[in-house]
């Protein structure tokens, strides 16, 4: 089974979210099919049926995110040698903007961009890795390509 790569922060969420979806999700799930079977006849049910896709996009959730608990491998933050690596933080500046982004480098199931976390398999974060403070990283995209200057690790 292949390792997934996370935080001890991203673990502590899914474990929250598992729990969440057992305690309160699943019996939230019968009282809903519960209730849409009263409505009459299954076969002409619709409330019963969106009850059910419900119930089985929950239990789908369920299994996916005990999957990524069993494979997960906890990795912290660490620099080596003032290099980036999984779950350092990194400033960069867009060497043509001179724009900043602020991003933390986590594995591909935890990736969010948006909120500042990229993937250690993203095209930036594949660039990144390695690196230390000063040096310049070229990432090719649909676009173009764009050089980053990396100002700060951690």
């Not at 997960?72 to 724009?99: C, L, N, Y």
């Amino acid at each position: 089974m292949a390792e997934i790569l996370m935080t001890a922060e991203f673990k502590k969420q899914l474990e929250e979210k598992l729990h969440d979806l057992k305690v309160n999700g699943r019996p939230k799930a019968a009282e809903d099919i519960r209730v849409a079977r009263e409505f009459g006849d299954l076969s002409e049910n619709a409330e019963y049926d969106i009850a059910k896709d419900a119930q089985a996009k929950m239990e789908a959730e369920i299994a996916d995110i005990e999957f990524k608990l069993r494979s997960a491998k906890i990795i912290e933050e660490k620099t080596k040698a003032g290099r980036v690596d999984f779950g350092s933080k990194v400033k960069i500046q867009d060497e043509q903007s001179g724009r900043e982004f602020d991003y933390t480098i986590v594995g591909s199931s935890e990736s969010d961009p948006k909120n500042g976390k990229i993937s250690n398999e993203s095209p930036l974060g594949k660039a990144l890795m390695g690196k230390k403070k000063g040096e310049k990283v070229t990432v090719r995209g649909p676009a173009g390509s764009v050089m980053y200057l990396l100002v700060k690790i951690g």
